[in-house]
């Protein structure tokens, strides 16, 4: 007989001759009497009472549970031992929709190779190597390595993406300074988008992301010729989440650098391969968020007039 025929036959017994459900679990022994133990305050442990009449739900002393056994409690309990890093904008920013909107139009445009649209930002990198060296997989073994590691220094990641071509480029750096930026804006212009009139680059605004880095780095004539092929769009503070690159980062960060990295040609390696992996099967970002949808979702973060 199934589980579930049993169960239904006993429950019906059990309000028919007004026993408890435990009653006709026990076999029947008298001493298991609904009511003969109850608690002081709630509900007796299997009372035929605390039985929903569906068969979906029970009641242990008062907590409900499902037939999966696990507690119905409402979503909205408070949560004291969890905690989320989160972005929160300032409300009522003028500064921050401002700049928002700018984004979401410019995200909103059509295609154009002749401007083409590029979303630019960085990471640093810990570089870790193995004090032991870790033991190869094998049939019914994962690899396994050591907790202990080795600090090899650090760098930075510089990743530039063209979200609507599905194409992206990653360069590890030894520093990240007004330098190292303005030599990759002089690779993106002059080496992958020598035709282009100009460059839409949307990034963050970061202390060296600006056009002064330029003519730190270049001769006057050579930095004023770069900056004329840059239209710049910065993300608000605490909004980096506006910032498709970032998506691309994440993407690299989970697929690519969830392992110990020793030097930077190595890591140079790793990232260059998975770059052409995905530059290969063109795997995009596709936008969908509007500048409708941001004042009526994040209506909060407008200026009241």
């Known amino acids: 007989m199934h589980p579930r025929a049993g169960r239904d036959a006993a429950l019906s017994s059990a309000r028919r001759t007004g026993t408890s459900l435990a009653y006709h679990r026990r076999g029947g022994n008298p ?8 608690a002081s305050k709630g509900v007796c442990s299997l ?16 907590i409900r549970r499902t037939r999966n056994h696990s507690d119905d409690f409402k979503k909205t309990r408070l949560k004291p031992h969890l905690k989320k890093q989160w972005c929160i904008p300032a409300k009522s920013s003028s500064e921050f ?3 928002m909107e700018d984004i979401l139009e410019t995200y909103a445009l059509a295609y154009d190779p002749e401007i083409p649209l590029i979303c630019m930002d960085e990471q640093p990198v ?4 193995h004090s032991r060296p870790p033991q190869t997989m094998k049939p019914g073994q994962v690899q396994r390595e050591d907790y202990e ?3 090899k220094g650090s760098c930075r990641l510089f990743l530039f993406t063209e979200p609507l071509a599905g194409w992206r480029h990653v360069q590890a750096s030894e520093r990240r300074t007004k330098s190292d930026w303005a030599l990759q804006i002089q690779e993106l212009l002059e080496v992958h988008y020598p035709e282009a009139k100009r460059v839409r680059l949307v990034m963050d605004n970061l202390n ?5 880095s ?8 050579r930095a004023l010729a770069l900056a004329k092929r840059l239209e710049i769009h910065y993300t608000p503070k605490h909004g980096s989440w506006l910032n498709i690159a970032e998506i691309e980062l994440s993407a690299l960060t989970i697929q690519c650098l969830n392992r110990r990295i020793a030097s930077i040609d190595e890591l140079q390696g790793a990232v260059s391969a998975w770059e052409s992996e995905r530059n290969g099967a063109q795997k995009s970002v596709v936008w969908q968020f509007t500048t409708k949808q941001a004042r009526g979702k994040l209506k909060h973060l407008y200026p009241q007039i």
């Open 214 to 221: 330029l003519y730190e780095t270049f001769a006057p004539g």
């Open 97 to 99: 929709v401002a700049r």
């Open 126 to 129: 810990q570089l870790l190597d």
């Open 47 to 62: 009372d035929d009472s605390s039985v929903d009449p569906s068969g979906d739900r029970t009641e242990y002393f008062g």
């Open 31 to 38: 001493d298991y009497r609904a009511g003969l133990f109850r």
């Open 208 to 212: 060296t992301h600006t056009i002064s």
């Open 149 to 151: 590691y080795v600090r």
